[in-house]
């Protein structure tokens, strides 16, 4: 099969973990005779430097000419101060809406070799596997009107949330086809207790599952599931929910597991899909070697099954990454006292390797 992907190296840590899933890939691409075509754009802070622009149309178009999207991260503090169509962001936000990727799929796995890097005791986070799924496209992100006007000490920020039933009706669905294939559980999170917006959210979706009834569907506010997340992680199978509360507790779910350097993502609805960690460009340690690529590798299996149904290629690239966890490999965010961290080429040199063994074994 042709795989022909755009990457998106993005800023901070975005190059180097996007360097070490493009190994794997290749790897994977040779073990398994398929042909790799890649093409390299620039986007967020890289692409403002050069372009003055976060989302160059020469990038669009790579991205819309490609078979699936590779990004890194986006995000630099260099310009915090530029206006919002300015700001490296504003390149994802548009791209996820011209690719069309309104479902944002971001599981949550707890790999037993590291149980002891949850905050959690091991016997509560063992065991966890969540789905959650967030609607991307619309809510406060993308809501009109938002603007900041007035004089300074007297100004009036507004954002707007909106949802058509059409946006939850699709979202929804997806979920529950998620958790048909899964442990046929979908849990939707809103708060309908204030917001219009969820009143409609929890209706469209009760209409949906009338569909699925195989499918369990509960309800539970937005507050009660990030407690209950902690205190009972791996009674969650799919959580469906709007895009603001898709990002809080999707991060919350990375720390439950570990650390959000071990989170992938998928971003898929439109014709060509989009893939990143979940994690940001993180500057602070941009350079160093030693970022956690894992989540990049891992959003490159979901790039795989997604985009190309290669499931016994996207079963491979996970399994290698619990082998080598398995085997102690730890990179600095995963390191306990005493133990020595890989670097970011290290840890994805291992993975490679294993990836390799286990292609054999496929």
Not at 327 to 338: E, N, P, V, W
Request: proline fraction near 6%; charged fraction near 20%; include cysteine.
């Amino acid at each position: 099969m042709l795989l022909k992907l755009c990457i998106l190296p993005g800023d901070g840590i975005g190059p180097e973990v996007t360097d070490q899933a493009v190994l794997v890939l290749q790897a994977v691409a040779i073990s398994f005779g398929h042909q790799l075509q890649l093409q390299q754009k620039n986007v967020g802070g890289a692409a403002l430097a050069v372009a003055n622009d976060p989302l160059p149309p020469d990038t669009l178009h790579a991205c819309l000419d490609s078979s699936a999207v590779l990004l890194g991260a986006v995000g630099s503090p260099a310009f915090d101060k530029n206006p919002n169509h300015l700001r490296p962001e504003a390149g994802l936000l548009r791209l996820r809406r011209e690719l069309g990727a309104y479902a944002n799929l971001r599981p949550a796995v707890c790999f037993p070799a590291i149980e002891d890097c949850s905050p959690l005791r091991a016997e509560v986070v063992r065991g966890t596997d969540i789905m959650i799924v967030r609607e991307l496209l619309g809510g406060l992100y993308f809501g009109e009107p938002r603007s900041i006007t007035g004089a300074p000490g007297q100004r009036l920020a507004i954002n707007t949330m909106t949802y058509s039933e059409p946006e939850i009706e699709r979202i929804a669905r997806v979920a529950f086809e998620l958790a048909a294939k899964r442990r046929n559980r979908v849990l939707s999170v809103d708060k309908a207790n204030v917001l219009e917006c969820s009143r409609l959210w929890r209706e469209v979706v009760t209409r949906c599952a009338k569909d699925f009834p195989d499918v369990q569907l509960s309800h539970m506010y937005v507050d009660s599931a990030a407690m209950s997340l902690v205190q009972h992680p791996k009674e969650f199978d799919v959580v469906l929910t709007e895009n603001m509360f898709g990002d809080i507790l999707s991060d919350q779910a990375g720390a439950i597991v570990g650390s959000l350097g071990l989170l992938a993502s998928a971003s898929i609805g439109g014709k060509i899909g989009l893939y990143e960690p979940v994690h940001g460009s993180a500057p602070s340690i941009a350079g160093n070697g030693i970022a956690n690529p894992l989540g990049a590798i891992l959003s490159a299996a979901m790039l795989l099954r997604y985009s190309f149904q290669l499931e016994r290629e996207a079963a491979c690239i996970e399994n290698a990454v619990s082998y080598v966890l398995e085997k102690g490999a730890r990179t600095s965010d995963l390191a306990h006292a005493g133990q020595t961290p890989v670097s970011t080429s290290e840890m994805g040199r291992k993975v490679v390797e294993a990836m390799k063994l286990s292609a054999v074994a496929a």
